[in-house]
């Protein structure tokens, strides 16, 4: 009799516990999931990253920018699909407006400039490789 009594005192008792348990584990995920959309609200969701090659059309200083670092009034001024323009960030020359943005090209591994007078493909001014056709050719075997 007695051990049927403690086997029920126990059990209830676990039944508590694991009922303030679960309460409070609740009650941490709604709290979290309550910051989280908060958080999530005002940050909003993050981008990755892009980093930009800048070259200085003046004295050709070459450097590196991530877009998160390009200041607010570079971004008010550059118009929708346009690259950012920076100020030369070389002490000997800190030209305004003269940082412009490089492109990689995968013919000849390096960062150009490119002809933004000329039409049609883009053309690597380093080294004269057309680079759709290079991908073209070199990537889709
Ligand atoms: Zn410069
Ligand atoms: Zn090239």
Known sequence: MLQRGMKRLDFSGQGRM???LLGGALAV????A???SIIHMVKG????KVTYHFQCL???HE????D?????DVWDRTRPGERPILDCPNPDCEEKLSAKTMEWCP???QWYLPDEEATGPRVCTKCGADIAQWVVKNLKR
Do not use: G, N, R
């Open 18 to 20: 694991k009922e303030i």
């Open 29 to 32: 995920v709604v709290i979290a």
């Open 34 to 36: 309550l910051v989280l």
């Open 45 to 48: 969701p993050t981008p990755p």
């Open 58 to 60: 003046k004295c050709s």
């Open 63 to 66: 450097f590196e920018v991530v």
């Open 68 to 72: 998160t670092d390009v200041p607010q």
């Open 107 to 109: 013919a000849c591994e």
